[in-house]
């Protein structure tokens, strides 16, 4: 599972961790059982600590979207993917919502900030 963390991000690490498996799940990347990495295995492969994974972890399960079956694993539960867009559109809002502002406050015309959305969404990740 690729999950990329940026050590610069104001992001808590274990935040960048629940949200990239989250975007997973809800893009069907990752589906609905499969057995997600043990918290020492993730933590290694992502170089971080076990502590940091496993608040990962525990937030995709308060939020139902893995479930940790004893002394098998954590594994994806069965997610309302509606709900789980709709939860990511309402964070996007909420960020262009801030962006937008920051653009009026500064007179950046409209045209210039679709025209950077139009880039950083074509970018490659």
Known sequence: ????????????????????IKVKIVAN?????ALLPS?????RDLRCSVITT???YEELVKEGYIKNVPSK?????????DVALEEQL??????????????????????????MIDILYEEER
């Open 29 to 33: 990347e990752l589906e609905e059982n």
């Open 54 to 56: 496993k608040n990962a």
């Open 1 to 20: 599972m690729e999950i990329i963390i940026s050590n610069s991000s104001d992001v808590p690490i274990y935040e960048q961790i629940k949200e990239q």
């Open 90 to 115: 309402n964070r996007i809002e909420g960020i262009l919502d801030k962006a937008v502002s920051l653009a009026k406050m500064n007179n950046i015309e409209k045209k210039t900030i679709k025209e």
């Open 73 to 81: 694993g954590f594994y994806v539960a069965k997610v309302n993917k």
């Open 39 to 43: 918290i020492r295995t993730l933590a």
